[in-house]
């Protein structure tokens, strides 16, 4: 059997999220619908995690098996000609047999970016914002977040885990005009932790919440005391690094 | 009567071009109709100039007269709130009485941009090529662009002006390993001409015309030797300058 690893490009705007879901328009579902009808086999995908639904992807990887003796490039060329103009197959590769796209990930990197104006060309890619926030608290924020910490409380408590320790590589916001960008690398994220990060730095800056309790809502291990999860649009899994 | 400046931007896709056409979805259109909506009287908007079916603009700029006294803040927000999402004012001010979006315009900025892989994000507002080109042919056939010249070659048939001479002020191209991106700066442009010199660049640094001839083909003034029309959705009018 082949092992081929995908890297797909996606518009989350009108999927329900990459996660196979019977009924909905899923990134999963739709590659294995395609990739099983083009290799006339039944094809089961793995990403390297879940995206949710209105969450893009310029970089996500998955990996799947076939005993199919077709060229690469049709499955970069063939499957994109079968996908529709919202998903994309950037590159496929052959993988070792052990491949798993999820269990080898060593590390994974997200943007989330924030617009402060109606922007038709930017608005499906950023949460737009009606007020400015302090960007020297959300840089302070993010130097808070670097390192390895238990992000309980930034994990949606529908989190399926056994620990929710993460170690943050790297962490830091960067400011233009048109647009705020958060980056942030992790061995690990938890279930809508990148959004309610953002979202919490944003209270934060906004004055909304003390930036001085953020240590403090990290230590205490409680959802509820941290801030609202950020918009969906806004974000967008970058790359996935093995 | 006031008259007011608004910068407007929109994702070309869904609209048949900036101008008014009875029966299609035209930026102007659907600007004179919500604006006439909101202030209780015919509003007729002037543009800087029309962009095509396709093509996007983020600086786009239009001027309108009006008797009613509302704060600009209206013609913003208020006017935002009844635009669609593929189309939104940027900023709105008050203009001397004089002031014509398009005789006072003193020069316009294009960008053209080329990407070489689908890609779900970008592909909107991008010519996606199959085939790499020679960026050393591209860089110096847009600076054989810089200057004055007479652009009648690079004119569609259709337009109705008394001459063709252009002063372009900027030309050139930036490359990235994601996105080739031509940008060109003149006093005023024809018809088409953004797109046929960024297909007759293409064509000459595929191989496929000689750019040899780029020269003679300016001073001879015919379309017929230009190269083919570059695709629409590359194309964003990024600023209009007074």
Not at 128 to 150: E, F, N, V
Not at 189 to 218: C, P, S, Y
Request: aromatic letters at 10%.
């Amino acid at each position: 059997m082949r092992n081929i690893k995908l890297t797909i490009e996606y518009d989350g705007t009108d999927f329900a999220g990459w996660q196979f879901q019977p009924g909905q328009r899923t990134v999963q579902g739709l590659l294995e619908a395609k990739l099983s009808s083009m290799l006339e086999e039944k094809i089961s995908i793995l990403g390297s995690g879940r995206t949710d639904a209105g969450v893009h992807a310029v970089g996500q990887v998955a990996n799947f098996k076939t005993s199919r003796d077709i060229p690469l490039r049709a499955f970069e060329d063939g499957l994109n000609s079968l996908l529709p103009h919202d998903a994309a197959v950037i590159k496929a590769e052959e993988a070792a047999e052990k491949f798993h796209a999820r269990f080898d990930a060593k590390s994974r990197r997200y943007r989330y970016q924030i617009i402060f104006r109606r922007s038709p060309l930017k608005e499906r890619f950023a949460w737009r914002m009606l007020y400015k926030a302090d960007p020297a608290i959300l840089q302070y924020l993010a130097a808070q977040i670097s390192g390895q910490h238990d992000f309980t409380s930034f994990s949606s408590t529908q989190a399926e885990v056994n620990n929710f320790i993460c170690l943050i590589e790297k962490a830091g916001w960067t400011f233009t005009d048109d647009m705020w960008t958060f980056e942030i690398k992790a061995n690990r994220f938890l279930h809508n932790m990148v959004r309610i990060l953002v979202g919490t730095m944003i209270d934060m800056a906004r004055g909304q919440m003390d930036h001085n309790d953020f240590e403090k809502i990290l230590t205490v291990k409680d959802r509820t005391l941290a801030g609202k999860t950020a918009p969906a649009c806004g974000l967008c899994l970058m790359e996935v690094l093995y």
